[in-house]
């Protein structure tokens, strides 16, 4: 039986320490701010973006949403950037994806000061990440480094593969990897014989948006495995990429969906948002 990783706790854990530094940055009339926009109603976006305020709540930060129509031109997008950019009480934007197909998510990420890109999403920032720099992590893959430091999972010279190559969560997770001295391997769509890389793995992370996609057959002996996966069923629950009932017997750590990565994506991020307001002083 593999020890559950509770993200759920050490996200509640990281939110009390940000809290104290938060009361601390406002007795030095600091007050953290994040901004978020949302373009349309994506209902699933809402969901994460009222997750994100009720954090913030808890911690302290101050929430601004910014709610725009369907229907805005990317120059109305970059506009409004500009003017929050330019907030001096702002400290963090996020830009929730997904937005309307007719928008350049890149060109409205590329626009956000990399000095306020709390995601970690804006090209100076994912290039700081790459060459080893002090930078806004990106939320999830910062989010599962710091799951793997609380439980002492040392990935100096284990193999590392990561199933998913999105900007947001692969990607980053591969300059995150091999700065701890990990060697690893990235696994996507058009990879052949996926088994033969995963069974491989002692530490095996999986971001693909397929429910329960990995089965025990796949993986080696007491392997690591962390499940970034949201899928929602027919009836509601959330599964995620990995079968866990199974994966679980057979691996040594395992991340629960829900209650692994989610609420440690939503902590890293109170967490830019509080170094993006330290950056100022
Ligand atoms: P994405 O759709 O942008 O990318 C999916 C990746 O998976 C692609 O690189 C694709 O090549 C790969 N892939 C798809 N099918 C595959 C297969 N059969 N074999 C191998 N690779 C395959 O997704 P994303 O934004 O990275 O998100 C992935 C999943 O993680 C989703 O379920 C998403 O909801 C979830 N997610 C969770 C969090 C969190 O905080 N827990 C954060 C971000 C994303």
Do not use: W
């Given at each position: 039986?593999?020890?559950?990783?509770?993200?759920?706790?050490?996200?509640?854990?990281?939110?009390?320490?940000?809290?104290?530094?938060?009361?601390?940055?406002?007795?030095?009339?600091?007050?953290?701010?994040?901004?978020?926009?949302?373009?349309?109603?994506?209902?699933?976006?809402?969901?994460?973006?009222?997750?994100?305020?009720?954090?913030?709540?808890?911690?302290?930060?101050?929430?601004?949403?910014?709610?725009?129509?369907?229907?805005?031109?990317?120059?109305?997008?970059?506009?409004?950037?500009?003017?929050?950019?330019?907030?001096?009480?702002?400290?963090?934007?996020?830009?929730?994806?997904?937005?309307?197909?007719?928008?350049?998510?890149?060109?409205?990420?590329?626009?956000?000061?990399?000095?306020?890109?709390?995601?970690?999403?804006?090209?100076?920032?994912?290039?700081?990440?790459?060459?080893?720099?002090?930078?806004?992590?990106?939320?999830?893959?910062?989010?599962?480094?710091?799951?793997?430091?609380?439980?002492?999972?040392?990935?100096?010279?284990?193999?590392?593969v990561?199933i998913g190559r999105?900007?947001?969560?692969?990607?980053?997770?591969?300059?995150?990897?091999?700065?701890?001295?990990?060697?690893?391997t990235v696994c996507h769509s058009k990879t052949k014989n996926l088994k033969e890389f995963t069974?491989?793995?002692?530490?095996?992370?999986?971001?693909?948006?397929?429910?329960?996609?990995?089965?025990?057959?796949?993986?080696?002996?007491?392997?690591?495995?962390?499940?970034?996966?949201?899928?929602?069923?027919?009836?509601?629950?959330?599964?995620?990429?990995?079968?866990?009932?199974?994966?679980?017997?057979?691996?040594?750590?395992?991340?629960?969906?829900?209650?692994?990565?989610?609420?440690?994506?939503?902590?890293?991020?109170?967490?830019?948002?509080?170094?993006?307001?330290?950056?100022?002083?």
């Open positions: 039986m593999a020890v559950i990783i509770n993200g759920k706790e050490l996200a509640k854990k990281i939110k009390e320490q940000l809290k104290i530094e938060c009361e601390e940055l406002k007795k030095e009339g600091i007050l953290p701010k994040l901004a978020v926009i949302m373009v349309g109603e994506d209902s699933a976006s809402k969901i994460y973006v009222k997750n994100k305020s009720k954090s913030c709540d808890e911690i302290g930060i101050e929430f601004e949403e910014y709610i725009l129509k369907e229907d805005i031109t990317q120059q109305q997008l970059i506009d409004l950037i500009e003017t929050l950019n330019n907030k001096k009480d702002i400290h963090g934007i996020l830009l929730q994806s997904p937005i309307p197909k007719h928008l350049d998510i890149n060109k409205a990420f590329e626009a956000i000061s990399y000095k306020k890109d709390v995601d970690g999403f804006n090209p100076i920032n994912i290039g700081k990440l790459s060459i080893g720099q002090d930078t806004f992590v990106s939320c999830t893959p910062y989010g599962i480094i710091k799951m793997f430091e609380e439980y002492n999972i040392d990935l100096e010279g284990k193999n590392v990561i999105s900007n947001i969560v692969g990607k980053p997770l591969i300059q995150c990897c091999l700065n701890k001295n990990a060697t690893v069974k491989n793995a002692d530490i095996l992370i999986v971001a693909i948006g397929k429910s329960k996609y990995i089965t025990s057959d796949m993986i080696k002996e007491k392997a690591v495995i962390i499940d970034v996966g949201i899928n929602r069923g027919e009836d509601g629950k959330l599964t995620g990429d990995v079968d866990f009932e199974n994966v679980e017997k057979k691996a040594s750590y395992i991340t629960p969906v829900p209650g692994g990565v989610g609420p440690m994506t939503v902590a890293m991020l109170m967490n830019n948002v509080i170094k993006a307001a330290k950056n100022i002083k």
